[in-house]
């Protein structure tokens, strides 16, 4: 009796060391993959008991498995595809989308638990070829903006930028086309800019910008006020220079007004009397032999004889008649 004691109190120790255990199945791989890289699906274990083995399944269908006694079995559909490395991880080798799927690795030893993980196998296509196109032209009075990107390729997100800045679902802007459209409603200027499509998968990405220009606009209110402005100025200018013109004048007859006052007489502004009559600078008569031109030196007053000829010309003339009667002038300076 002592002996069936002893031998349930070790089983029942066994039994709570395997409960009491951890065992799991760790890997930081994560099955995406570009078209043609290998996959690796690499697995770190621990786990209770003796003799582990590693088996792996695609789509619970059994393709390889490992042990440390037994060594590597491949099913023949997957040689040259999967490799077993290391303690049981596995290689999947020139991967193309027909490795795409559920791959699950399970590991159990002598007198401990099985133990499951599972990765999703995606090989995508790269993205190539983006290009951003604008439709239509933005004019005065347009109530909307399409930018579209276009890519090929595996492509799980679509996103935009202006500027380096994430553009969303806010207005004036809206993703449309599962996001392949940027529409911009109502635009105006202040949304001109580099735009930017990004197109992405897990493993690969490409993108394209283009620059939208929209031209400033004005409203009716300031084109209102540009006109009145204009005309406004128009009028001060034209006030402006007629000012002007009337200070340039009123300057101008200042100056000739102080001019005429404090100008000393000139020999042509020399007024002579002839018998009484008073001839100008400008009389024809002012000229002729029988006047006399003074200068600006100081002429009295008074009166002298005269002949009748001119004593100045060059020739001399005859000698005045005695009987002629002597002719008597007088002369006046102004």
């Not at 002592?2 to 009491?20: N, P, S």
């Not at 949304?191 to 910008?209: E, F």
């Not at 009716?220 to 200018?237: W, Y």
Request: glycine share 6%; with cysteine; net charge positive.
């Amino acid at each position: 009796m002592g002996y069936a004691i002893l031998t349930a109190t070790l089983l029942l120790l066994i039994q709570y060391g395997r409960e009491g255990a951890a065992q799991t199945i760790t890997s930081n791989s994560s099955g995406n993959a570009l078209t043609g890289n290998n996959i690796s699906l690499v697995i770190s274990y621990t786990i209770q008991g003796t003799d582990p083995q590693v088996s792996w399944a695609i789509n619970s269908r059994s393709v390889a498995r490992w042990s440390a006694i037994g060594g590597v079995t491949v099913s023949s559909t997957y040689k040259n595809k999967l490799y077993i490395i290391g303690n049981g991880s596995l290689l999947i080798a020139n991967s193309a989308k027909t490795d795409n799927g559920n791959y699950t690795v399970s590991i159990e030893a002598f007198e401990a638990e099985r133990i499951s993980q599972s990765f999703k196998v995606t090989v995508y296509d790269p993205v190539v070829n983006v290009t951003v196109t604008q439709s239509p032209q933005v004019v005065s009075g347009s109530t909307a903006v399409n930018l579209s990107c276009k890519a090929s390729g595996d492509i799980e997100l679509v996103s935009w930028t202006k500027n380096g800045q994430i553009v969303g679902n806010s207005d004036p802007y809206s993703l449309l086309d599962g996001n392949y459209t940027l529409q911009i409603k109502n635009p105006d200027s202040t949304y001109s800019g580099n735009y930017t499509c990004n197109a992405s998968n897990p493993v690969t990405w490409s993108n394209a910008s283009l620059e939208l220009l929209i031209p400033y606009t004005l409203s009716a209110g300031a084109i209102a006020g540009i006109v009145i402005g204009s005309v406004a100025g128009a009028i001060l200018l034209i006030l402006l220079i007629v000012l002007l013109v009337f200070c340039i004048r009123k300057r101008k007859n200042a100056l000739r007004k102080e001019k005429t006052t404090t100008a000393k007489p000139q020999h042509k502004d020399v007024l002579r009397t002839v018998s009484g009559n008073t001839l100008s600078p400008d009389d024809p008569a002012y000229f002729t032999m029988n006047n006399i031109m003074y200068r600006n030196s100081s002429i009295s007053m008074g009166s002298y004889i005269m002949n009748s000829y001119d004593n100045t010309s060059e020739h001399k003339s005859p000698s005045p008649n005695p009987s002629t009667p002597t002719k008597v002038k007088h002369a006046t300076q102004v």
